[in-house]
């Protein structure tokens, strides 16, 4: 079983920075590969950036392409941060951060295991 708790969510403005963090905890919860999804009001969940284990690979959305960067930290705990920059108001959604024991793919179906969420509000 993994947990996983996402925190850093907020309401900015457009064009500001947020950086979103997932703490990774349970069993084997290392060696979890680890995505962010979002979901705005009346669409579905979709994928947003993806890191493999290890932090070599990584993968994104085209829509966030060059503005968010996905990064993880291995220690006694793991903790998986999306940055956000310059971020418009199509970005406002509840983020989720997930995990999986296999590779980062980019279907919610890849993944097993889910945090509650995390608002984030751009306004315009």
């Known amino acids: 079983q993994v947990q996983l708790v996402e925190s850093g969510g907020g309401l900015v403005q457009a064009g500001g920075s947020l950086r979103l963090s997932c703490a990774v905890s349970?069993?084997?919860?290392?060696?979890?590969?680890t995505g962010w999804f979002r979901q705005a009001p009346g669409k579905e969940r979709e994928f947003v950036a993806g890191i493999s284990w290890s932090g070599d690979r990584t993968n994104y959305a085209d829509s966030v392409k060059g503005r968010f960067t996905i990064s993880r930290e291995n220690a006694k705990n793991t903790t998986v941060y999306l940055q956000m920059n310059s971020l418009k108001p199509e970005d406002t959604a509840v983020y989720y951060c997930a995990a999986t024991f296999g590779p980062p793919g980019y279907r919610r179906s890849d993944y097993a295991y889910w945090g509650q969420g995390t608002q984030v509000t751009v306004s315009s």
């Open positions: 349970g069993r084997f919860f290392s060696t979890c590969a």
